[in-house]
T-cell receptor, first 111, second 116 residues
Framework: GDSVTQMEGPVTLSEEAFLTINCTYT??????LFWYVQYPGEGLQLLLK?????DKGSNKGFEATYRKETTSFHLEKGSVQVSDSAVYFC??????????FGAGTTVTVRA | ETGVTQTPRHLVMGMTNKKSLKCEQH?????MYWYKQSAKKPLELMFV???????ENNSVPSRFSPECPNSSHLFLHLHTLQPEDSALYLC???????????????FGPGTRLLVL
């Protein structure tokens, strides 16, 4: 079945460091790919998405490129801030009603 | 900015209590979801409603009973819960399910439930 694997955390960084969270997927066909973020005490928020190969999603300084050849959708940010501390979830959709989520990666940014 | 609200935000209940969680979406969507988020576990899909019809029950115990009176409201009725049911319960909505439907789900802030 369809699945998403993302790097295990927790990840701890200093402010202004470069962040990468790896995400790979297993799916037939052409899924859409998402990154969601969950700040402490809140629900999930859509961070960015890409619907076809080579698409790049971007938002709030975060970027991820849909790589079909490596079945990956890695999340990157060039300079993180304390406010980026959150749990990040990679997810995929095959066009039906379900989202398949990764386990989540906890990121802590220290001042 | 989320157009999905959930009440209450926090709930403590005993194992013999009956309570209900409420979700309301202000986005004009037609599909609504309940998820359970437990510590150190992946997000678990519980129920899906599309145009008020239940399309998914992911082997959820009968002590959880969903209700969807219209496309804007979703309830989760709780009775005789167990301590292991303590978790964050998240509601989500999306525009519609089916051909041409946008796949993005929009989440509410969740209800933090503690069962004593």
């Amino acid at each position: 079945g369809d699945s998403v694997t993302q790097m295990e955390g927790p990840v701890t960084l200093s402010e202004e460091a470069f962040l990468t969270i790896n995400c790979t997927y297993t799916a037939t066909g052409y899924p859409s790919l998402f990154w969601y973020v969950q700040y402490p005490g809140e629900g999930l928020q859509l961070l960015l998405k890409a619907t076809k190969a080579d698409d790049k999603g971007s938002n709030k300084g975060f970027e991820a490129t849909y790589r079909k050849e490596t079945t990956s959708f890695h999340l990157e940010k060039g300079s993180v801030q304390v406010s980026d501390s959150a749990v990040y979830f990679c997810a995929l959709s095959k066009g039906d009603y379900k989202l398949s989520f990764g386990a989540g990666t906890t990121v802590t940014v220290r001042a | 900015e989320t157009g999905v609200t959930q009440t209450p935000r926090h709930l403590v209940m005993g194992m013999t209590n009956k309570k209900s969680l409420k979700c309301e979406q202000h986005l004009g969507h037609n599909a609504m979801y309940w998820y359970k988020q437990s510590a150190k576990k992946p997000l678990e899909l519980m129920f899906v409603y599309n145009f008020k019809e239940q399309t998914e029950n992911n082997s959820v115990p009968s002590r959880f009973s969903p209700e969807c009176p219209n496309s804007s409201h979703l309830f989760l009725h709780l009775h005789t819960l167990q301590p292991e049911d303590s978790a964050l319960y998240l509601c989500a909505s999306r525009a519609k399910v089916g051909a041409g439907g946008q796949e993005t789900q929009y989440f509410g802030p969740g209800t933090r439930l503690l069962v004593l």
